[in-house]
């Protein structure tokens, strides 16, 4: 069983997949790459021809019906359908983030997963960074918290490009493209419900930026009490309190145009304080670091702690692999994902009414 390499189908060949999941998924002996597609076939062929695969297909039904393939991961835009589809072919699967687009697409995809038996994840790539790893660490180490800071404001998003060749066709009419946008658009208003559906955007960068801060800010305490407060305090950005059982917790998030990254979680202890700062997601063979601020003797000292220089991406393959495999707990199961869903709709939906 150890000695079985496991066929992954590539469902959806954009920029994550390209940059991150197809230079590992070859390098790693666990896996081989044994299917790709995508609704560009431009793309599909070229990356095809690039790394030697032939099965190659533009309907993700078709490659789950292919007996070589025993696992996927969906980088599509929209992946509520594949994911149930994916189950329901008996495949194992890594889905990116965000499951779903609400909470009442992903509670069925959820119940259908744990009812199937398969290892099904959700692509939160931070919790395998091995800084992360530190930083709960150090977290756990202080107690409890006496306030905690989770912010994201990210920085630019078109410097990284050069680092990688990547792939890009223009052959999927534009008209096919925003009418699943739109659908989209439809399904979020109703899911936040008229008074809020004017949020819709904001929402969903929430899911886009910042599902990973949900994500790893949920790893590090749990889900909230509650939401205290939420406010839109820009055009990409908004600010929210949120109640740990007494323990206050300020969320903010914007989209800045900085030529630094500016993700990090700050927590504040009783006599220690530890802050996790997250690198750019794109940027191989860098993983977070743990600043701690503590005592020394009468004085105090700062340190910082760097993490091993590894990749999330890579690390979180090789989780999946040690699930299917050795049977390993999965780390970032579908109901994480769901619970960061419903907690995004709490946020919006404790803002100031908003209609379209």
């Given at each position: 069983?150890?000695?079985?390499?496991?066929?992954?189908?590539v469902?959806?060949?954009?920029?994550?997949?390209?940059?991150?999941?197809?230079?590992?998924?070859?390098?790693?002996?666990?896996?081989?790459?044994?299917?790709?597609?995508?609704i560009?076939?431009?793309?599909?062929?070229?990356?095809?021809?690039?790394?030697g695969?032939?099965?190659?297909?533009?309907?993700?039904?078709a490659l789950?019906?292919?007996?070589?393939?025993?696992?996927?991961?969906?980088?599509?835009?929209?992946?509520?359908e594949?994911?149930?589809?994916?189950?329901?072919?008996?495949?194992?699967?890594i889905?990116?983030?965000?499951?779903?687009?609400t909470?009442?697409?992903?509670?069925p995809?959820?119940e259908?997963?744990?009812?199937?038996?398969?290892?099904?994840l959700?692509?939160?790539?931070?919790?395998?960074?091995?800084?992360?790893?530190?930083?709960?660490?150090?977290i756990?180490?202080?107690?409890?918290?006496?306030?905690?800071?989770?912010?994201?404001f990210?920085?630019?998003?078109?410097?990284?490009?050069?680092l990688?060749?990547?792939?890009?066709?223009?052959?999927?009419?534009?008209?096919?493209l925003?009418?699943?946008?739109?659908a989209?658009?439809?399904?979020?208003?109703?899911?936040?419900?008229p008074d809020?559906?004017?949020y819709?955007?904001l929402?969903?960068?929430?899911?886009?930026?910042s599902?990973h801060?949900l994500?790893?800010?949920r790893g590090a305490?749990?889900?909230?009490?509650?939401v205290?407060h939420?406010q839109q305090?820009?055009?990409?950005?908004l600010?929210?309190?949120?109640?740990?059982?007494?323990?206050?917790?300020?969320?903010?998030?914007a989209?800045?145009?900085?030529?630094?990254?500016?993700?990090?979680?700050h927590?504040h202890?009783?006599?220690?304080?530890?802050?996790?700062?997250?690198?750019n997601?794109?940027f191989?063979n860098a993983s977070a670091s743990?600043?701690v601020?503590?005592?020394?003797?009468?004085?105090?000292?700062?340190?910082?702690?760097?993490g091993?220089p590894?990749?999330?991406?890579?690390?979180?393959?090789?989780?999946?692999?040690?699930?299917i495999?050795?049977?390993?707990k999965?780390?970032t199961?579908l109901?994480g994902?769901?619970a960061?869903?419903?907690?995004?709709?709490?946020?919006?939906?404790?803002?100031?009414?908003?209609r379209?």
């Open positions: 069983m150890q000695d079985r390499v496991i066929g992954v189908g469902i959806g060949c954009g920029e994550i997949a390209q940059l991150m999941h197809l230079p590992y998924l070859q390098e790693l002996p666990a896996f081989r790459i044994a299917a790709l597609c995508d560009s076939p431009g793309t599909v062929d070229k990356l095809g021809e690039h790394y695969i032939a099965a190659r297909y533009g309907d993700h039904r789950l019906a292919d007996p070589d393939v025993d696992a996927v991961v969906i980088c599509t835009y929209d992946h509520g594949m994911v149930a589809d994916t189950i329901s072919a008996g495949k194992h699967l889905v990116e983030k965000p499951l779903a687009f909470p009442e697409e992903a509670r995809l959820v259908q997963a744990e009812r199937s038996g398969l290892i099904a959700v692509g939160y790539m931070k919790f395998y960074d091995p800084g992360y790893e530190i930083g709960l660490e150090r756990a180490a202080i107690g409890r918290p006496k306030s905690i800071h989770v912010h994201d990210a920085g630019r998003f078109d410097r990284y490009g050069k990688y060749t990547q792939t890009r066709i223009a052959d999927v009419p534009a008209d096919l925003a009418a699943g946008r739109d989209v658009t439809r399904r979020v208003e109703a899911a936040l419900g809020h559906a004017g819709r955007d929402y969903l960068l929430l899911l886009g930026l599902s801060d994500a790893v800010m305490f749990g889900t909230p009490s509650r205290v939420a305090t820009g055009p990409n950005q600010l929210a309190v949120l109640d740990y059982d007494g323990i206050p917790c300020l969320f903010d998030m989209l800045a145009q900085y030529e630094w990254w500016d993700e990090w979680i927590v202890g009783e006599r220690e304080e530890v802050r996790i700062d997250f690198q997601p794109y191989r743990v600043r601020r503590e005592a020394a003797g009468e004085t105090g000292s700062e340190r910082v702690i760097p091993i590894d990749t999330a991406f890579r690390r979180e393959w090789q989780h999946f692999a040690d699930c495999l050795a049977g390993a999965p780390r199961p109901s994902g769901l960061d869903l419903d907690l995004a709709v709490q946020i919006i939906q404790a803002m100031p009414p908003k379209l």
